[in-house]
């Protein structure tokens, strides 16, 4: 290294996950956990192993082969925010800011539904090349449900907006509901067949493993420091140092704590249950449903249903809630209190199942912007951001990676000419505003869902 050192940034908040998530605990790893042990240089550094840094690394493959990458992950592959969503990849709007699913502009919305599906065309690649299973990467589309008459109208509205666009869908009355899911609940549905379904873990842990041949994972390394000295940055770990001219950030939330977009990012908690395993000798598919199926809520702060299966054994994960807490932490009792109303809204959906117990509880941290602009650019020499993935993790944090890798190595595409024209994160109000303003808003969000959620 050459120059003098320049001051750094001490980061000084870890990501801390509360709860064990249902998706991480049934995946299985194909490579043993590597830590950072000494002092190593690099052609690029990624900070993060999820949907946004993983995607950078494969896209820098491309790119530039036989540059070296390494990848530096505070903890465990799929044990953080990548393997605690509900595992859509969804390429129509998807808006969890506003009311509805609400499509905007004709033009801009097909921009946005064209930057998606490139998205998830670069997964589906990736999910081809690397051999994953159809229980881990599942193109079957998804369906928007509607349990009251509110959700019918939103789901209207939906409808007609997918219309007008020129995209596929197709109705589904409260019997083809019944028949899908099992439940009674439901009065109908709006299916969309270009989204994905994944499995979040399986998914993760496969991409690290197919790309591991052209890029160093190292787990359980937290960035402690990063700071520019002469022409490279030093990220500095518990144990070892990586030096690299380039580094990206891909912390999603977590770019604050590194020093940026500080006030613009609105940190937001979702929690989820998932069953324990059962079979159809137990409970019929009268009881629960065909094999697989994804239910989106007709509001977006209703509940995310689905049901998974494999060898013969079935389970149902729901997602439910969304808490504001800047502080990046949730309670053990949060997420307690909240798998307790889980437990009972399942079983108002699924009487007949309420005999199987929920194995697992958890909280999993999203990012959101007031007017939903992704934390993405070059935000010192050399350094990018591909953070603030608005709610949508597993295709808008893809689509970041992909594009910070082409924006940092001068790659010319439509694509980014277009994504790298959004504006910066707008201001949110200080605290304790933020969180009196943001956890309002959310709460009479969710009592006006009434039964979708």
């Known amino acids: ?35 950072l042990d000494g002092d190593l240089r690099a052609d690029w550094l990624i900070v993060g192993a ?3 840094g993983l995607s950078a690394a494969r896209r820098l493959a491309q790119l530039r082969p036989g540059e070296r990458v390494i990848v530096l992950d505070a903890q465990e592959v799929a044990k953080g925010a990548a393997g605690r969503n509900s595992g859509f ?21 097909t921009l946005e539904i064209g930057q998606n599906r490139l998205a998830i065309a670069f997964a589906a690649e990736a999910a ?11 193109p079957c589309g998804k369906i928007n449900a509607a349990a009251s008459e509110r959700g019918l109208k939103a789901n209207g509205n939906f409808r007609d907006s997918l219309r007008r666009i020129g995209e596929r869908y197709e109705e589904l009355d409260a019997d083809q509901m019944r028949d899908i899911t099992g439940s009674r609940y439901y009065l109908g549905g709006v299916y969309t067949p270009g989204a994905v379904l994944i499995q979040p873990a399986d998914y993760i842990r496969a991409l690290a493993t197919g790309l591991r041949p052209t890029t160093e994972i190292y787990e359980n390394s937290p960035v402690r420091e990063l700071k520019r000295r002469g022409g490279d940055w030093v990220a500095t770990s518990n144990r070892g140092t990586v030096t690299a001219p380039r580094a ?59 049901k998974i299966s494999a060898h013969g054994l079935s389970r149902v994960v729901i997602r439910t809630r969304f808490t504001y807490d800047p502080g990046l932490t949730v309670s053990e009792a949060r997420v307690a209190g909240i798998a307790a109303q889980q437990r009972r809204s399942f079983d ?9 117990p929920m194995e697992y509880s958890w909280a999993g941290a999203l990012c959101l912007s007031r007017n939903h602009a992704p934390a993405f650019g070059e935000i010192e020499p050399g350094l990018y951001s591909a953070c603030c993935e608005n709610g949508l993790g597993t295709v808008k944090s893809t689509l970041a990676g ?52």
């Open 128 to 138: 081809a090349e690397y051999g994953m299973e159809p229980t881990t990467f599942d």
């Open 402 to 453: 992909m594009m910070v890798a082409e924006l940092a190595t001068g790659t010319v595409s439509d694509t980014l000419a277009t994504y790298r024209n959004h504006p910066k994160p707008s201001l949110i109000p200080p605290e304790p505003l933020s969180w009196i303003g943001i956890n309002s808003v959310i709460r009479w969000q969710e009592m006006r869902a009434g039964r979708e959620a």
């Open 248 to 306: 990206i950030l891909a912390v999603n939330g977590h770019i604050q704590s590194f020093g940026h977009f500080s006030g613009r990012l609105m940190h937001i908690f979702t929690y989820a249950s998932m069953t324990a395993a059962f079979s159809q000798n137990e409970y019929s598919r009268q009881m629960s449903g065909a094999e697989r199926w994804a239910l989106l809520p007709a509001d977006p702060m209703g509940a995310t249903v689905r």
């Open 1 to 35: 290294m050459s120059g003098p050192a320049t001051a750094g940034h001490v980061i000084r908040r870890l990501p801390a996950e509360t709860g064990v998530s249902g998706w991480e605990a049934i995946s299985r790893r194909g490579f043993p956990v590597r830590e």
């Open 50 to 52: 999820g949907f946004a």
């Open 348 to 356: 108002v959906r699924f009487p007949e199942l309420s005999g199987v």
């Open 89 to 109: 990849m969804i390429d129509v709007p998807h808006n969890l800011s506003s009311g509805e699913y609400s499509v905007g502009d004709a033009a801009s919305t």
